[in-house]
């Protein structure tokens, strides 16, 4: 991405970060567009008030580019995620690490709601995975794609790039490669693994057959090539229609969302969910308590005695 040429050593400072975050840190590259549009705007707005170098950033500075965003309209989770960028920026630079006055203290994070992930109940996550047919080789890929999704709590890009060197299968265990390059070890249930197998010993070679040269991907399409996230969204909301459960709500990240909430339900301490998901902060994990609370209130609304359900059922 094209710095301004007229930034100076503030521009030359943003392309050694947005360098910095691409090669070392390993961000994905939605990420590193997201940090340089953030950038961007946060150099313009130093250059109109002579801000030449990143060490001359005062809080004043921040706080009034935080404000001017606001009056432009940006919403409160752009402005959390400029903010982000301009602290990740700023320590890059050592700004923060130096003595003195941090400028980022006493800068508040801009508030905003938190929108709750979608879920499904465990009834209908068991009908969509029914939905595929073990009697055909792509439905058993199916079925094992939403088995492992389900049950290891996968994002859709791990899932479809899954080499088969990440299986262990006599310990029933994933490696998977996340956000970052990161790299974590994800058991499978026996559900998850024995659709694994499945799939493995009676699809997967009919599949791969038909590819030249054979694919290492553990999912394939029907051409024998690695399945992509696209053909595996629209596979999902195929599977959603057969099950009777509206599409819209349904796809690969929503499994995801109910793998967190139903082990969180089950007792899982919040520590090991975070592990499982690959989630580098704690808070991103703890919205699933929130999902997991409002399920518990829904059910009481419903079935308890004195709940509104059963003002619902006296009137019928």
Request: positive net charge; proline residues 4%; charged residues 25%.
């Amino acid at each position: 991405m094209a710095r301004h040429p007229e930034a100076g050593a503030l521009g030359a400072a943003v392309e050694a970060f947005l360098q910095h975050a691409s090669v070392e840190r390993g961000l994905a590259p939605k990420t590193i567009e997201a940090y340089g549009r953030d950038l961007d705007r946060f150099v313009e707005h130093l250059q109109i008030a002579g801000v030449r170098k990143p060490a001359d950033v005062t809080r004043e500075h921040l706080s009034a580019h935080l404000h001017a965003l606001e009056r432009t309209g940006l919403g409160a989770r752009s402005r959390a995620r400029a903010l982000v960028s301009m602290r990740r920026f700023l320590q890059h630079q050592g700004v923060l690490n130096r003595s003195g006055e941090d400028p980022l203290a006493g800068i508040g994070k801009p508030k905003f709601d938190a929108q709750l992930p979608r879920i499904l109940r465990t009834d209908e996550t068991e009908a969509l995975i029914g939905a595929a047919d073990p009697t055909t080789a792509l439905g058993l890929r199916d079925r094992s794609m939403l088995e492992v999704l389900y049950g290891a709590g996968l994002r859709v890009t791990e899932l479809v790039s899954l080499p088969l060197g990440a299986i262990d299968r006599r310990s029933g265990i994933l490696r998977v490669t996340g956000k970052g390059r990161r790299e974590r070890i994800v058991p499978l249930g026996e559900y998850a693994m024995s659709a694994l197998d499945d799939y493995l010993e009676m699809s997967r070679p009919t599949l791969v057959s038909k590819a030249k040269p054979e694919c290492d991907a553990i999912y394939l399409t029907r051409r024998g090539t690695a399945m992509t996230r696209q053909n595996f969204f629209v596979r999902i909301r195929a599977l959603a229609r057969i099950a009777g459960i509206p599409s819209e709500r349904v796809s690969p990240h929503v499994l995801r969302h109910a793998f967190a909430t139903d082990l969180l339900e089950g007792g899982a301490d919040l520590r090991v969910v975070q592990t499982l998901l690959g989630h580098s902060d704690l808070s991103t994990t703890q919205v699933y308590t929130h999902v997991s609370q409002s399920r518990l209130r829904e059910t009481v609304e419903r079935r308890h005695p004195r709940g509104s359900g059963s003002r619902q059922r006296g009137r019928s």
